[in-house]
């Protein structure tokens, strides 16, 4: 992390604890016991990608139960705790044609009967400041865990959160382990040192801002920053604006793809993208562009820096980060319990468009597209409360120079996940 960076944080995190400006979260501490809570999520998932042009299919189809305890915080001016997430998992079928970040394979490509994972965390919290050490499920536009899977990504570290000022979060952290999805090795991506840091202020109810910052060791260095407006109409509708980037400088060691440069020294992009929602009752409708500059695609994932590391619109199975891509989209979202149909019900459909990609040695303007289709339904009351099904496809297609040996290649994908939440005290 440069020194300018290092001197930023020191100064809001200080800033933050010496300047108070609401009641204190630990002031406000019931006990280790009386604040816990704990839940399991009994979730099947579903994964099949039917591909094209002599490419395999990949199927994955399995169960799991994903654990979450945390305890409350002790009493005192300094409150203690900790924490356990984990998931235990088996396969439904023989899942022969595996794959899809879902189920660990052996190295013989076979996959997993059952497995197991997680871990535990201890945290600490002084007024409206909270520090977690352990496995972690992490929620950052620069480290953020993929939770589109059968199970989560865990990352080990230790996480600073920052509530001392009103309507500002400040987060720091270090975190040294990444597991993902469908690895049994807490390390599985080989993490040495990944740093983060940030800040998001809520200016009002319409407003907010934020920005980001991680620096990989030996991978990458990555800042994010985003900008939200929501302006009222009148009829309770709205309508709201969205910024959001990324430049992201990669070091020698780093995984890229799509890039047109073989100084592995000076690899670099930018990525950015606008979108405007229009929201009147049932109906949502949105509009987006994302372009990306550079020399390389905006590659993440990879590098242990999340699975879920890019949070911009133009992102469904295709993510339309090729190497100088424009992206256009277009989406409208149906809540049929505002039509008075079915409470829980909820319709999502998009097309994007991606044009002028640049693969090296074959063309300079490749494209892509996708059309994609989203249902799911809540149980709004009853025993069943908050359980969902959710089923998606994705119909993806791509120019012949921008195939699997490319990116993703031409695929019919289809998911579908039940999602059953028992909640334990």
Known sequence: MLN?????????????????????EQSEAKGFVE?????????????????????????SFAQTAIVNIDSGFTPGIVGFGVGVVGDGS?????NNNAGNNMIPKY??????????RGGGSVKARFSNTTVRYGTQVLDLPVLASNTARLVPEYFTGTLLTSHEIKDLEVIAGKFT????????????????????????????DNLNASYYGLDSKDKLERHYVNVNYKQPLANDSSLTYDFSGYHTKFDE???????TTDDLSNRKNNIWAISTAYNTGPHNLMVAYQQNSGNVGYDYGENADGGQSIYLPNSYLSDFIGNDEKSAQIQYSLDFGKLGVLPGLNWTTAFVYGWDIKVKGLTDDAEEHEFFNQVKYTVQSGFAKDASLRIRNSYYRASDAYQTN??????????????????LF
């Open 4 to 24: 300018a960076q290092k001197l930023t944080l020191a100064v809001l995190i200080s800033a933050a604890i010496i300047s108070s400006a609401q009641a204190s």
């Open 35 to 59: 604040d816990a809570n704990g839940s399991i999520l009994f979730r099947t998932g579903y994964i099949s990608r039917d591909k094209k042009n002599g490419v395999d299919d990949t199927s």
């Open 90 to 94: 088996f396969k439904i079928g023989e």
């Open 107 to 116: 190295n013989d490509g076979s996959a997993y009967d059952h497995w197991a």
């Open 177 to 204: 382990k990444d597991q993902y999805s469908d690895q049994v090795n807490t390390d599985g991506r080989h993490l040495d040192r990944a740093i983060v840091w940030g800040a998001k202020y809520k200016f009002d």
């Open 253 to 259: 060691g780093a995984s890229t793809y799509s890039q």
């Open 406 to 423: 490319a990116y993703i290649g031409d695929t019919n994908e289809w998911r579908i996940f039940l999602d059953i939440p028992v909640k």
